[in-house]
Nanobody
């Protein structure tokens, strides 16, 4: 069974930094894509950043220049370095991955989410 486990959320003042981590485990053949989405109360889930196994990245316009996604393929882990945090960045952040198991085609997986709170 594939599982995504997030860590690194917490409370930070505006202008501060946090680093989120997400590790995938299970019977993994290949991870095609890993990344992060976020959802604030009463709002739609939105893409924050994604990275393919080949290193192609995709960022939301609102976080470009402030957030950086990185990936350690050997450890099946993705990171999100968040700098210059703003109150509008506060949300539950969800790890996301497209993973093919050893005897199955690729499908979507989601972590349970980690809370990021930004005070002003």
């Amino acid at each position: 069974q594939v599982q995504l486990v997030e860590s690194g959320g917490g409370l930070v003042q505006a202008g501060g930094s946090l680093r989120l981590s997400c590790a995938a485990s299970g019977s993994i053949r290949v991870i095609v894509t890993m990344g992060w989405y976020r959802q604030a109360p009463g709002k739609q889930r939105e893409l924050v950043a994604r990275m393919t196994s080949g290193g192609i990245t995709n960022y939301a316009d609102s976080v470009k220049g402030r957030f950086t996604i990185s990936r350690n393929n050997a450890k099946n882990t993705v990171y999100l370095q968040m700098n210059s945090l703003k109150p509008e960045d506060a949300a539950v952040y969800y790890c996301y991955a497209v993973i093919a198991e050893v005897a199955a085609s690729a499908r979507d997986y989601w972590g349970q989410g980690t809370q990021v709170t930004v005070s002003s």
